[in-house]
């Protein structure tokens, strides 16, 4: 093996950085223990002292009650008026100190500690704050993410249709403050309150011009009810769209976004999201971008307003005065004041709310107060003036925008400065020309939804429409507001009505089992390769541990998002990189059995193991592109580790086992492939297997027609990813585990639940299908009838104490019934990624074996177990005792038996064609039994070590992921069969039926 150094120095430092860069996942665990420590230990102090403060308070009470009855009695003569009114004082004093600590739950204690070190510097120069954002991230079914409701508001919509005449606007406004309802039921009562005031001629005026030819003049109030009601689903769908482009352009890795009812709600998850402030901002800006003018203290000639900085003097007194009170602080004396360039204050981002305050019980001589969006190195913001010379109109609003983009330039030292380039239209071309012209010398701010931006000094004319925002931008900030910009203003605005951090869907609970389970499955790997290759297996374990630190690695160095698909990819990885292993080795003893010396035998079992290995990995690196390109969500997590893992696997396996062998063999000691009990393991099977091919047809076909039979008349159960369901999000009086309320669920309704963890412990969101039939009936569960048999179970669980929570309606903080949270278009993605991946797969084997006939066996034994796995999920679905839902993770779960399938019988077929090009001439049904039984071995060591894996995670790793490894399990097994039984005799009829026509060809052309 040449160039042994460089192989030996980049692995070294491939794993060193590995190393390095996984170090910080175990940083960012050690702080959020000692967070969790300092919750519970504060909590717990909190607690003693509320109690000796409701001590405190009882007796100053007692002593308060005392003296107002004395000062009762004695009227005028009352002399301890002051001794009262310090009791009073120190009462109200202890409350509000008692209000402060009862508020402070765990949570809350812990948030707090975790954002006092979120900006110190704790591992080698790196604050906490950068520590998390270089730790693995877990995606929303691991570990949790945001989880944010938006509210599409109809209200403004219909304001923005309606173009009332100036007689009745009076009458337009009162009727939307005076709806009830919400969504459509807005638009109906906002309808009949209007149409009551002014009659359905006024109702056409009023929306003629925005509803254009949708209406008419002899439309009535119902037919102008169904053009509004039809706009109000296109806003949302196009508040929808927007709001799903800003995220795929955030690079949130498998986000969750979904409508939920009809009434104007999305439904944001974003799993292992670092900053939340980051995601509110993007998710609620509307792109409501102003120019506004700044007070200055140096006017220019033409201005009208010369003065209008000394306009603020005996204003910013006042707030000085009451930044002292409310900071208790004399230091914060000068805390307002003139900082020049309209900058009025400079506060650290903690004190913003307080400073917040302070300014809404002042009143401002023209003055709007805005916040700089960004705080410097030091944490400081920036308070910045806005004259308000309109009326609260600004002087220059964004729809004037036409694109925007991000500027790179350089300022030296290898830096860059970005900034957000501006074109705008005709009409904000003349106007901007002009501000800019009456604003020379003076500061005009760029404001976006209220936050300034950049308030850059006019040094000149601007014309011809094109400005820049400039605001010292990192990149990922300059991509965030031309993201927002470039997606346009929501057609309704949307806010945020309930934002919650989410808990694993699998429990924490479940996460252990799973955890346990895959640890479990690893080591019996290691097992089964030391116990099977004996001195070469410790090599191929050596192996596996580095590619399972590479991989890691390589997943937290690209940003990666791990998730239940992503963990498919690494099960899949993980038996690929076994198989690697068993493929050389096996080629290594056929050497050795061929009577060649060892080093001779190692250089020629890999040379000769290369082919196949390279084909295997190259037909599952297809799939894993193809799925990457078209595919979203979910199916884009599993394609990125199944391809980092394939080429960690490829290093290791090849590179560092050889490079074991080879320093071995130099130093003159023995390596063992085998034992007494492996060395002639399947080594003199002479099977048939073509001869066979019939039954094996039939059998298969038996199966094929009875998996299409049930899933043409039985059909599925879906999970909610694909038919919507209901969401209720219950409170519970006691903190419980994820999987004990699905527990209850299951036995209640007899279905499998998804049930997470939604802010604390004690609190569930439930996720149901919509249809849920009654035992024994055709009948279904109404919404009230599920809430109810909810709140009884949890109360004969002793969830719920009666005594605490007396109606179902304590208990339930939400019910709603969700639409299905992959999109029809995602769902047509992950198809069409799924079928041109077989196209691929069929063009690649085509081609590389350099005949169709190759690509067709390959593609119909994948299409023969797909179809088997699938009609089990619909044949068995009900009757089995764990979760067979088609949802995201049956996507995960096909996928990867896609990848695993063709990769053995790729193998197969490597062979056939290394013993065609031995033995040309000899038969080809021969020569396929010969490679069939010589890759035997090879393929039941790699499905036993594959299903090792599954089998530890099936009875391990909990009942959420418990579906997935079943139907790995059955992938493994008919994908194993249909290598050797169906798509290798499948190209071999092909084959021959190809050569006996070209042979009758032949015969008529010579006669």
């Given at each position: 093996?040449?160039?042994?150094?460089?192989?030996?120095?980049?692995?070294?430092?491939?794993?060193?950085?590995?190393?390095?860069?996984?170090?910080?996942?175990?940083?960012?665990?050690?702080?959020?223990?000692k967070a969790e420590d300092y919750a519970a230990e504060t909590f717990a102090q909190n607690k003693s002292k509320a109690e000796i403060l409701n001590e405190e308070i009882k007796n100053l009470n007692g002593q308060i009650a005392g003296l107002e009855a004395r000062k009762e009695a004695e009227g005028a003569e009352f002399t301890q008026a002051a001794e009262l009114d310090s009791l009073k004082a120190a009462a109200e004093e202890s409350a509000d100190e008692l209000d402060a600590l009862l508020v402070m739950s765990e949570q809350k204690l812990e948030r707090h500690f975790v954002d006092s070190i979120s900006h110190e510097k704790?591992?080698?120069?790196?604050?906490?704050?950068?520590?998390?954002?270089?730790?693995?991230?877990?995606?929303?079914?691991?570990?949790?993410?945001?989880?944010?409701?938006?509210?599409?508001?109809?209200?403004?919509?219909?304001?923005?249709?309606?173009?009332?005449?100036?007689?009745?606007?009076?009458?337009?406004?009162?009727?939307?403050?005076?709806?009830?309802?919400?969504?459509?039921?807005?638009?109906?009562?906002?309808?009949?309150?209007?149409?009551?005031?002014?009659?359905?001629?006024?109702?056409?005026?009023?929306?003629?011009?925005?509803?254009?030819?949708?209406?008419?003049?002899?439309?009535?109030?119902?037919?102008?009810?169904?053009?509004?009601?039809?706009?109000?689903?296109?806003?949302?769908?196009?508040?929808?769209?927007?709001?799903?482009?800003?995220?795929?352009?955030?690079?949130?890795?498998?986000?969750?976004?979904?409508?939920?009812?009809?009434?104007?709600?999305?439904?944001?998850?974003?799993?292992?999201?670092?900053?939340?402030?980051?995601?509110?901002?993007?998710?609620?800006?509307?792109?409501?971008?102003?120019?506004?003018r700044t007070f200055t203290t140096s006017p220019s000639a033409g201005d009208n307003d010369a003065n209008r900085f000394e306009k603020l003097t005996g204003t910013l007194e006042k707030l000085n005065k009451e930044a002292v009170k409310a900071f208790n602080d004399d230091r914060r004396a000068n805390m307002f004041g003139d900082y020049g360039n309209g900058c009025i204050a400079r506060v650290h981002e903690q004190d913003t709310a307080t400073v917040n305050k302070i300014l809404r019980k002042a009143r401002y001589a023209e003055m709007i107060p805005m916040w700089s969006f960004k705080a410097d190195d030091n944490h400081i913001v920036e308070l910045v003036a806005i004259y308000n010379a309109n009326k609260g109109r600004a002087d220059l609003g964004g729809e004037v925008v036409t694109e925007a983009r991000v500027q790179t330039s350089d300022y030296g030292r290898g830096g860059s400065a970005y900034s957000v380039s501006m074109t705008m239209n005709a009409e904000g071309a003349n106007k901007?020309?002009?501000?800019?012209?009456?604003?020379?010398?003076?500061?005009?701010?760029?404001?976006?939804?209220?936050?300034?931006?950049?308030?850059?000094?006019?040094?000149?004319?601007?014309?011809?429409?094109?400005?820049?925002?400039?605001?010292?931008?990192?990149?990922?900030?300059?991509?965030?507001?031309?993201?927002?910009?470039?997606?346009?203003?929501?057609?309704?605005?949307?806010?945020?009505?309930?934002?919650?951090?989410?808990?694993?869907?699998?429990?924490?609970?479940?996460?252990?089992?799973?955890?346990?389970?895959?640890?479990?499955?690893?080591?019996?790997?290691?097992?089964?390769?030391?116990?099977?290759?004996?001195?070469?297996?410790?090599?191929?374990?050596?192996?596996?541990?580095?590619?399972?630190?590479?991989?890691?690695?390589?997943?937290?160095?690209?940003h990666a998002v791990l998730t239940l698909p992503g963990i498919a990819g690494l099960v899949l990885t993980l038996g690929m990189a076994v198989d690697a292993n068993v493929i050389i080795y096996e080629r290594v003893k056929e050497?050795?059995?061929?009577?060649?010396?060892?080093?001779?035998?190692?250089?020629?079992?890999?040379?000769?193991?290369?082919?196949?290995?390279?084909?295997?990995?190259?037909?599952?690196?297809?799939?894993?592109?193809?799925?990457?390109?078209?595919?979203?969500?979910?199916?884009?997590?599993?394609?990125?580790?199944?391809?980092?893992?394939?080429?960690?696997?490829?290093?290791?396996?090849?590179?560092?086992?050889?490079?074991?062998?080879?320093?071995?063999?130099?130093?003159?000691?023995?390596?063992?492939?085998?034992?007494?009990?492996?060395?002639?393991?399947?080594?003199?099977?002479?099977?048939?297997?073509?001869?066979?091919?019939?039954?094996?047809?039939?059998?298969?076909?038996?199966?094929?027609?009875?998996?299409?039979?049930?899933?043409?008349?039985?059909?599925?159960?879906?999970?909610?990813?694909?038919?919507?369901?209901?969401?209720?999000?219950?409170?519970?009086?006691?903190?419980?585990?994820?999987?004990?309320?699905?527990?209850?669920?299951?036995?209640?309704?007899?279905?499998?639940?998804?049930?997470?963890?939604?802010?604390?412990?004690?609190?569930?969101?439930?996720?149901?299908?919509?249809?849920?039939?009654?035992?024994?009936?055709?009948?279904?569960?109404?919404?009230?009838?599920?809430?109810?048999?909810?709140?009884?179970?949890?109360?004969?669980?002793?969830?719920?104490?009666?005594?605490?929570?007396?109606?179902?309606?304590?208990?339930?903080?939400?019910?709603?019934?969700?639409?299905?949270?992959?999109a029809e278009d995602i769902q047509r993605d992950a198809l069409i990624a799924v079928f041109i991946a077989l196209i691929a797969i069929f063009g690649y084997i085509a081609v590389r074996f350099k005949g169709w006939t190759w690509g067709l066996g390959g593609v119909l034994g994948l299409a023969h177990t797909a179809i088997i796995v699938i009609g089990f999920f619909s044949l068995f679905t009900g009757i089995l005792p764990f979760n067979l839902d088609i949802d995201q993770t049956f996507i995960a779960a096909i996928l990867t038996i896609i990848g695993y399938a063709i990769n053995d019988t790729v193998v197969i077929f490597d062979r056939i064609r290394e013993f065609r090009g031995q033995h040309p001439n000899a038969d080809l049904k021969a020569t396929t039994n010969e490679a069939l039984n010589s890759t035997l071995s090879r393929t039941m060591n790699t499905s036993v070590t594959t299903l090792v894996v599954m089998l530890a995670i099936a009875i391990f790793g909990g009942e959420v992921i418990r579906g997935l490894s079943i139907a790995l399990i059955l992938g493994v097994v008919i994908g194993t069969y249909a290598s050797i039984f169906i798509a290798t005799p499948i190209m071999f009829d092909a084959t021959n039926k190809i050569a006996a026509k070209a042979d009758k060809k032949a015969l008529k052309a010579s006669k």
């Open positions: 093996m040449q160039s042994k150094g460089a192989i030996r120095f980049v692995a070294i430092i491939l794993a060193v950085a590995s190393l390095w860069v996984l170090s910080f996942t175990g940083v960012s665990m050690y702080w959020e223990n704790i591992y080698l120069g790196y604050t906490y704050k950068d520590v998390k954002e270089r730790e693995i991230n877990l995606g929303l079914d691991l570990k949790g993410g945001m989880n944010i409701m938006l509210q599409v508001q109809f209200e403004d919509l219909v304001k923005a249709l309606g173009n009332p005449a100036e007689s009745n606007v009076a009458a337009f406004n009162e009727a939307i403050a005076a709806e009830a309802g919400s969504g459509n039921k807005f638009i109906e009562n906002f309808v009949n309150n209007y149409t009551a005031k002014v009659g359905e001629e006024a109702l056409f005026t009023t929306f003629e011009k925005s509803l254009g030819d949708k209406i008419s003049k002899n439309s009535d109030a119902a037919e102008i009810t169904k053009a509004l009601k039809n706009e109000s689903e296109s806003a949302i769908n196009n508040s929808f769209n927007v709001l799903r482009n800003r995220i795929d352009r955030f690079g949130v890795t498998s986000p969750n976004i979904q409508k939920v009812g009809e009434d104007g709600r999305i439904l944001v998850e974003l799993p292992g999201v670092k900053d939340p402030e980051r995601v509110r901002n993007l998710l609620k800006a509307s792109a409501n971008l102003e120019f506004w901007w020309k002009r501000i800019t012209e009456q604003s020379i010398g003076q500061r005009i701010a760029i404001v976006l939804d209220g936050m300034v931006y950049s308030y850059p000094n006019v040094n000149d004319v601007i014309s011809g429409g094109s400005s820049e925002i400039s605001g010292d931008f990192t990149l990922e900030e300059a991509e965030d507001l031309a993201n927002v910009l470039k997606s346009g203003k929501l057609p309704a605005p949307a806010s945020i009505i309930q934002e919650q951090i989410v808990g694993p869907s699998l429990g924490a609970r479940s996460i252990k089992a799973g955890l346990i389970s895959f640890v479990i499955a690893f080591v019996l790997v290691l097992i089964y390769m030391i116990l099977f290759y004996h001195g070469a297996g410790l090599v191929a374990d050596l192996a596996l541990l580095c590619n399972v630190l590479l991989l890691l690695g390589s997943l937290v160095s690209f050497e050795l059995r061929a009577g060649k010396g060892l080093s001779k035998a190692i250089a020629d079992g890999y040379s000769n193991a290369y082919s196949a290995i390279i084909d295997g990995q190259l037909t599952t690196i297809i799939t894993g592109v193809v799925l990457f390109v078209f595919g979203s969500g979910p199916v884009q997590g599993f394609a990125t580790t199944l391809i980092i893992g394939i080429v960690t696997s490829i290093l290791t396996s090849i590179f560092i086992t050889r490079l074991v062998f080879d320093d071995r063999v130099c130093k003159g000691k023995n390596v063992t492939f085998d034992n007494k009990l492996t060395r002639n393991f399947l080594q003199n099977t002479h099977v048939d297997f073509i001869a066979k091919r019939k039954f094996s047809y039939i059998f298969s076909g038996a199966l094929i027609i009875i998996s299409i039979a049930s899933i043409c008349f039985k059909g599925f159960t879906y999970g909610v990813d694909f038919m919507g369901g209901r969401s209720i999000v219950v409170e519970l009086d006691k903190n419980v585990a994820a999987e004990e309320v699905r527990k209850v669920i299951r036995s209640e309704f007899n279905i499998t639940p998804e049930v997470k963890q939604f802010g604390g412990e004690n609190q569930m969101k439930i996720t149901m299908a919509n249809d849920i039939e009654k035992a024994g009936t055709e009948e279904f569960y109404t919404d009230e009838e599920v809430s109810t048999t909810l709140y009884n179970a949890f109360i004969k669980n002793g969830f719920v104490d009666a005594a605490q929570t007396p109606a179902k309606e304590d208990m339930i903080k939400s019910a709603d019934k969700v639409g299905a949270s992959i």
